[in-house]
């Protein structure tokens, strides 16, 4: 199936992480938000893959992850020699061991799960908009939830 979403899903998320970064530059998480004061919660940061390996259990072990998507498999955390992507591949995540890598943040790790969680369509299609939406709205909070929702929206983004 053709991925004709990629770019639009790209470049949403991309905004939002900047979002995430601006507001952890003014250290309380509050930004304005289209007009509106909005504080978002603090994104995980990762040191090594390890560290990602054991979020992507906890965040699997979530009463909500596993109420939710209740036949999840294990998914596996390896290294990529990479600095520039996080990729996912028959429910392996494939992160850079590089610290300080762009890659190494929450709302990345969430991208890459949400592919394992998404049973089928396009990579980037419309299931995908949506459990990446609802997994970061379970794991990280409302806000986020909201803030991808708006921005995938702005984007074009069909979910």
Known sequence: MRDTQRAKV???EEFVRTLFDRAAQHGTGAIDFFGTALTLPPEAR?????????????V???PAVRERWPGAAPLEVRSRRGETAAHYESGTIAVPDRHG?????????????????T???????AEFVATMTELAGSVMGPE????????YSKEGVAG
């Open 101 to 117: 890598t762009w890659a190494l943040r929450e709302l990345v790790v969430l991208h890459e799960m949400a592919h394992h969680l």
């Open 10 to 12: 790209y470049a949403a």
């Open 119 to 125: 049973a089928a369509g396009a990579p980037h299609g």
């Open 144 to 151: 986020a939830r909201h803030v991808l929702r708006v921005i």
């Open 46 to 58: 990762f040191g090594s893959v390890e560290s990602v390996r054991r979020y992507v259990t906890d």
């Open 60 to 62: 699997l072990n979530m």
